[in-house]
């Protein structure tokens, strides 16, 4: 059965501390994978990552993708309160199809 | 540029009752794709459509079903609703091609419907 498995399930930090965010997934015909910012409704996007080994950066966030290890890894550094929110992982397989992790609920205190 | 719209923003409806939801892409998107959102839970997929037709379908009953209109806006209605309905209801447009080219393939959220079936 295709899956993304998300963790921790929960974090719970202070402003100015370096957070990771875990996602692994067993999808077949597995095409991308991307992480969504969600704090009330709809997802925002932030990184979509289809080749292994390549960094991508937007401020303080950063992901990279393992397509051997089938695991990706979000990363913020220097957390701010605006960063509280749930962290979701998603993989693109078939046409286009997205299927989602749990989540990281993510919240970052003063 | 206007992104994605949904449309009812809230809906309260009782068991047993039909529902229509609807949603308008990102001008120029052809692939519209639903997914529920129940709370504490990553979105699952519903449905997709391209360029009018269906082109996946995800693990619920028949009593979902879904539409894509010639201007790519697209309607998911549900027949006798049940508690368990109760959701966050979630559409989400992507520009996408018949080759399915991951860089097209980056999808793009309107604010969803929330549901409660009571």
């Known amino acids: 059965e295709d899956k993304v498995v998300q963790s921790p399930l929960s974090l719970v930090v202070h402003e100015g501390d370096t957070v990771t965010l875990n996602c692994s997934y067993e999808v077949t015909n597995f095409r991308s994978l991307l992480w969504y910012k969600q704090e009330k409704k709809a997802p925002t996007f932030l990184f979509m990552l289809?080749?292994?080994?390549i960094e991508k950066k937007s401020g303080r966030l950063s992901s990279i993708l393992d397509k051997k290890e089938l695991f990706s890894i979000l990363n913020i550094t220097a957390t701010q309160t605006g960063d509280s929110a749930v962290y979701l992982c998603a993989v693109i397989y078939y046409t286009d199809k997205l299927i989602f992790g749990t989540g990281t609920r993510l919240q970052v205190f003063p | 540029d206007a992104g994605v719209t949904q449309s009812p923003t809230h809906l309260i409806k009782t068991r047993g009752q039909q529902v229509t939801l609807r949603c308008s892409p990102i001008s120029g998107h052809k692939s519209v794709s639903w997914y529920q959102q129940v709370l504490g839970q990553g979105p699952q997929f519903i449905f997709q459509y391209y360029e009018k037709e269906e082109r996946g379908r995800g693990n619920f009953p028949d009593r979902f079903s879904a539409r894509q209109f010639p201007n790519y806006s697209s309607e998911l209605n549900v027949n006798a609703l049940l508690l368990g309905d109760s959701a966050l209801y979630l559409c989400a447009s992507s520009f996408s091609t018949a080759d399915l080219r991951p860089s097209n393939s980056e999808q793009f959220f309107g604010p969803g419907t929330r549901l409660t079936v009571l």
């Open positions: 289809t080749s292994s080994g």
